[in-house]
C-alpha cells in the first residue's frame, strides 16, 4: 500500500459526511460529472456500459445475460438490489414489486438447477449452490425527519418477506437480509430470528466494524444446517455515531464499534473461523488477498468442510491477485460469489454511490484516483484525435 493510499482516506475521514456528500451531489445535479457517470455504468450491473448509450435506465435481462455469463466461468451470484430509505409508501411498494421481478426472472431462466440438484443430493445449504438477493430491510421502511425510522411499515415489509422467501424457498433460491446502518442492527436481527424458524434459505449479514457482532453471533449457535451468516468489514464510518435509542428514538453519541482496517480484518478472520467450526455456514465477503489466504490456511488446519463457507466480491473490484485467487479457490472446489449490484436507473445508481462515498474515506479515494485516471485518459486521446487530424 503506498504512503498516499494510508495518508489521504484519513485526511479525507476530517471532512465531514455531509460537506462530501453535498459537494458530490452539487458536481452531479450542476456538471453532469462524466467521471460519476463512468463510474454508475461500470460498477452497477444491469447499466450499459457503453457512454454513447443515452439509456439511464437499468435492464433486468442484461443483468440475468451477465449473471449467466458470470455463472459459465464457475462463479455464483447475489442480486443487490440497491436503494435505501423510501419517503413514500409506494416508493416501498415499487422496491416490492421489483424484487419481485427480479425473483421472476431467475426462475424463468432456471438459474436454481444447481441448487435443487444440490437438495435431491441431500447437500447441506443446497440453496447456496444456485444465486441468492439481497434485500436491504431500511428499503422497505418508510423515512422521515433524516434518518428516522418509521416502523408503522414494518407490517409491509413483514407480510413481503414472508411471502418472497416462501416463493424462493420452493424455487431453490436464497435470500439474504443485508445490515445497513447500526439504528436497524437489533430489527434486522429479530427479523432473521423470526424468519429463520419458518424458512431455510435465509441469510443475515454482519459487519466486523461492530463491537456488538461478537456477541451478537452467538444468536444462531445451535442453529446449524439452518442459519447462514455473511461477514464484511462494513463500509460506514460508525465511531461515535449518531444512533437510534431504541427506548424513545431519540438521538444520542455513542462508540460503537472501530473503522481500524487491520482490526476489522483480524475479527473477520476470527468471526469467519468460530462461525464455521460451530457448522454455521459462513459468506466471506473481502478483496483482501492476504485475507483470504489466511482464512483458507485456518480453514484447512481446522478441517472446515468447503460445504461450510464460500468467498464472496463485488462486481468489477478486482484489487491484484483476486481474479487468480477466485480461480484457484473454484478449482480446489471452493465457492466463490459476485455481487451484482442493480438499480432500475442511472440516477438511482448515483445516489448510492454518493452516499457511500460519503460515508466511506477509503472508498472516496479510490474514487478520487480512479477520476484522474478518467479524465487523464480522455485528455491524453483527445491530443491524440487532434495529432491524428493534423
Not at 466494524?209 to 444468536?219: A, F, I, K, N
Request: hydrophobic share 35%; charged share 30%; proline share 4%.
Amino acid at each position: 500500500m503506498s504512503l498516499s493510499d494510508k495518508v489521504m482516506p484519513y485526511i479525507l475521514s476530517k471532512v465531514p459526511p455531509k460537506l462530501i456528500h453535498k459537494s458530490m451531489e452539487f458536481m452531479w445535479g450542476k456538471y453532469q460529472l462524466g467521471v460519476i457517470e463512468h463510474f454508475a455504468r461500470n460498477y452497477s450491473v444491469g447499466l450499459s456500459e457503453d457512454p454513447k448509450d443515452e439509456s439511464k435506465n437499468g435492464s433486468l435481462e442484461r443483468l440475468m445475460d451477465k449473471a449467466e455469463e458470470l455463472g459459465k466461468e464457475g462463479y455464483l451470484v447475489t442480486v443487490d438490489n440497491l436503494g435505501e430509505k423510501s419517503k413514500f409508501k409506494q416508493d416501498i411498494l415499487n422496491k416490492i414489486d421489483l424484487n419481485n421481478q427480479i425473483l421472476d426472472i431467475l426462475i424463468e431462466r432456471g438459474m436454481f438447477a444447481a441448487s435443487e440438484k444440490a437438495k435431491k443430493k441431500g447437500k447441506p445449504y443446497p440453496h447456496t449452490f444456485g444465486p441468492t438477493i439481497s434485500l436491504k430491510p431500511s428499503a422497505f421502511l418508510y423515512h422521515n425527519n433524516g434518518n428516522k425510522p418509521n416502523l408503522d411499515n414494518d407490517k409491509l415489509f413483514a407480510e413481503f418477506l414472508d411471502d418472497f422467501l416462501t416463493r424462493a424457498e420452493d424455487n431453490h433460491i436464497g435470500v439474504t437480509i443485508d445490515m445497513e446502518e447500526p439504528y436497524l442492527v437489533d430489527y434486522t436481527i429479530n427479523c432473521y430470528l423470526s424468519s429463520v424458524a419458518k424458512h431455510k434459505n435465509i441469510g443475515i449479514v454482519h459487519q466486523t466494524s461492530l463491537d456488538r457482532t461478537t456477541v451478537d453471533l452467538d444468536e444462531y449457535i445451535g442453529l446449524e444446517e439452518i442459519a447462514r451468516v455473511r461477514l464484511c468489514i462494513g463500509i460506514y464510518d460508525i465511531t461515535k455515531k449518531k444512533i437510534w435509542d431504541e427506548d424513545d428514538l431519540e438521538r444520542k453519541e455513542d462508540n460503537i464499534g472501530t473503522m481500524n482496517l487491520k482490526k476489522r480484518k483480524e475479527r473477520l478472520i476470527n468471526e469467519a473461523l468460530a462461525m464455521t467450526k460451530c457448522g454455521i455456514y459462513t459468506e466471506i465477503a473481502t478483496h483482501d488477498v492476504d485475507v483470504i489466504k489466511e482464512i483458507q490456511e485456518l480453514f484447512k488446519e481446522h478441517k472446515i468442510s468447503k460445504d461450510l463457507y464460500e468467498f464472496q466480491a463485488l462486481y468489477n473490484v478486482k484489487p491484484e491477485g483476486l481474479d487468480e485467487i477466485h480461480k484457484e479457490l473454484m478449482a480446489d472446489g471452493v465457492k466463490v460469489r459476485i455481487y451484482l449490484p442493480y438499480a432500475p436507473t442511472l440516477d438511482d445508481t448515483i445516489d448510492y454511490g454518493i452516499r457511500r462515498a460519503s460515508k466511506n474515506p477509503q472508498l472516496l479515494w479510490t474514487f478520487m484516483k480512479e477520476g484522474a485516471k478518467f479524465y487523464w485518459n480522455k485528455l491524453f486521446s483527445k491530443n491524440k484525435e487532434r495529432k491524428n487530424t493534423k
